[in-house]
């Protein structure tokens, strides 16, 4: 059957309902009411094509039911009210009962909802969206804002809008054996992953001109990409997949589940993530003086991609998790001026460089980790650089001023590049056999920014050395005698190079006069008598 006339009804309703394929004519159906259109349930090509405009005036509900065949709309299909389309309810099995939905026409209605056996390819302008693929999948491209209200298919699944938002609500999105894409094209358009969650069975993609919000959980069995152009990336929800990209125009703070994690923001604000599993960083970047926070509640971090926060922008590497839980840095950091923080459960191998003018502070927490380096190239640099451990500390540094700490095991060989004061804590071992071990082209001069209370140096038990070494040598150097109030203390009085030291000793002030450098192999031993 095809109409070749207006069809109108200006005071009701319009059904047509042909046991054979149906063709609505260019000159189309006009009604204040219903409009329902229902083709065949045969062995033939029983499809609903619809060529020419298809309004109901008032808001009447529009219907379109192919049973089992192919819906093709090539003209727009509009109401006030809902549009239901279905190729779902036949019974026809045979090898044309395709039941598609496609076309070139929009269907607009303030509820439209898409059944289809084997895939759906529309466009639509609707409030609220469902749509069923089937077999097949959904492509949906959406004039302006819509919220989805369940949205399947066992193919690729894709929505987007040309100029409008896209909020997938509280019933799940997804593709059950492929791609998943949500698209929010426009000035000011954002995408909101709803309470009921997003799902792809390969990879999911969230990009938004403007901002993301994720309220529900993202999952990707591959790997998860989301974009936000002027906006943010933010929300209480979930992101899980194997591999997660996220690029923010003015900020990042998620929470994830990942193996693999990048992140970038292109303008300003802070990257901010709170990860729930072992991960490893393949890269962050925060522009215009942005922070970045990557803290992980249980699992170890691995870095193996550059973290950079520009400007004054803070770097935080936490692991909060059991004590297996270290930082490996295998990439470089780097802030302008801003501090760089690394505080592990377990302990802190620094395998690339660590580079800022702020402060360096590593912490590692548990009795068993340390600060350990891959190279002596792998170099830290900060206006102050502070070391802490529970199990030796080894370390490349050009600070202006350091301290270090370390406690239960292990030895602390640093190797300075330049001078560097000691901060008024000094280098403190209290492990019971470690050594402290200073070296340096540039010499090391304790107390030289803490005036009169010079810095401290602390040996651990009796058997600890402490040695300062210099490639060259310049100008005598002195170890002068402690202040009175150090001697009641019980601090050294008076020393020269070469003397025994007391082993009862524990706490060693001195200082080099001038800008002398201690010659190369100065030691003091708490093991001599």
Do not use: C, W
Not at 140 to 154: P, Q, R, W
Not at 284 to 295: F, H, K, L, M
Not at 342 to 370: E, K, M, R, Y
Not at 447 to 473: C, K
């Amino acid at each position: 059957v095809t109409t070749t006339g207006a069809i109108l009804n200006t005071g009701g309703f319009v059904s047509i309902t042909a046991h054979s394929p149906l063709t609505i004519g260019a000159a189309g159906i006009s009604a204040s009411g219903a409009i329902t259109l229902i083709t065949g349930d045969s062995a033939a090509e029983d499809d609903l094509t619809i060529n020419g405009d298809v309004l109901s005036t008032a808001g009447g509900l529009i219907t379109l039911t192919a049973n089992d065949d192919d819906i093709i709309v090539n003209a727009d299909v509009s109401t006030s009210g809902n549009i239901t389309a279905s190729t779902a309810a036949g019974t026809d099995t045979t090898a044309d009962g395709i039941g598609t939905i496609s076309g070139t026409g929009t269907l607009e209605g303030a509820a439209v909802s898409l059944t289809s056996v084997s895939g759906v390819d529309v466009n639509t302008a609707a409030t609220t969206l469902t749509a069923d693929g089937g077999t097949g999948g959904v492509t949906i491209v959406e004039t302006d804002d819509v919220t989805l209200s369940g949205v399947t298919g066992a193919g690729a699944v894709s929505i987007s809008t040309t100029d409008g938002s896209i909020d997938t609500g509280a019933a799940l999105v997804t593709s059950t054996g492929s791609s998943l894409t949500l698209e929010a094209n426009g000035i000011d358009s954002d995408v909101t992953v709803g309470a009921g969650n997003i799902n792809g069975n390969t990879t999911v993609t969230v990009s938004a001109d403007d901002a993301i919000v994720l309220t529900g959980t993202t999952t990707a069995v591959t790997t998860a990409t989301l974009a936000a152009g002027t906006g943010s990336i933010s929300g209480a929800g979930l992101i899980t997949a194997a591999t997660a990209g996220l690029t923010g125009g003015t900020g990042i703070t998620v929470n994830t589940d990942v193996t693999n994690l990048s992140a970038v923001n292109t303008i300003s604000g802070n990257v901010d993530i709170t990860e729930t599993n072992g991960l490893t960083l393949t890269g962050a970047t925060a522009a215009g003086s942005g922070n970045i926070v990557v803290d992980l509640t249980d699992g170890a971090l691995n870095v193996t991609g550059a973290v950079v926060a520009q400007g004054a922008g803070t770097i935080s590497l936490t692991t909060s998790g059991a004590a297996a839980d270290s930082i490996t840095i295998g990439a470089a950091l780097a802030s302008d001026s801003g501090a760089i923080t690394i505080i592990s459960a377990d302990g802190i191998a620094v395998n690339d460089d660590i580079t800022t003018t702020g402060d360096v502070i590593l912490t590692a927490t548990a009795n068993t980790g340390g600060i350990s380096r891959g190279a002596a190239t792998d170099v830290i640099t900060g206006g102050f650089v502070q070391l802490s451990s529970s199990n030796g500390i080894t370390a490349t540094t050009e600070a202006a001023t350091l301290q270090a700490a370390n406690a239960t095991a292990g030895n602390i060989p640093i190797t300075p590049l330049s001078a560097s004061a000691l901060a008024a804590s000094g280098v403190n071992n209290t492990s019971a056999t470690g050594t402290v071990s200073v070296s340096a082209g540039g010499g090391l001069p304790p107390g030289a920014a803490v005036g009169a209370d010079r810095a401290l140096v602390a040996l651990p038990g009796e058997h600890g050395i402490l040695t300062r070494r210099a490639a060259t040598t310049t100008g005598t150097p002195a170890l002068p005698a402690a202040p009175a109030s150090r001697r009641k203390q019980g601090l050294v009085a008076h020393m020269r190079m070469g003397r025994s030291v007391s082993p009862r000793i524990s706490l060693l002030r001195y200082a080099v006069s001038g800008t002398s450098a201690v010659p190369t192999s100065d030691s003091v031993s708490r093991s001599q008598r």
